[in-house]
């Protein structure tokens, strides 16, 4: 733990209302804020979704 950094619970975080557009993940009681999403990690995804649509049938 970095001093000076108070860590918050699960609860806590869970109750903060963000209204910036931002992605984050609470990791052992600390606010980590994500990177946007790239063009890569994007088509990533879309391929993996292509793959499981055909595994996977929509009804």
Do not use: H
């Not at 052992?28 to 391929?47: A, K, R, Y």
């Amino acid at each position: 733990m970095i001093p000076g950094i108070q860590r918050i619970t699960l609860e806590a975080f869970l109750q903060q209302k963000d209204e910036r557009d931002r992605r984050v993940e609470f990791v052992d009681g600390d606010v980590i804020e994500m990177p946007p999403e790239s063009s890569l990690t994007v088509l990533i995804s879309l391929f993996l979704l292509v793959q499981f649509l055909q595994v996977v049938p929509i009804q």
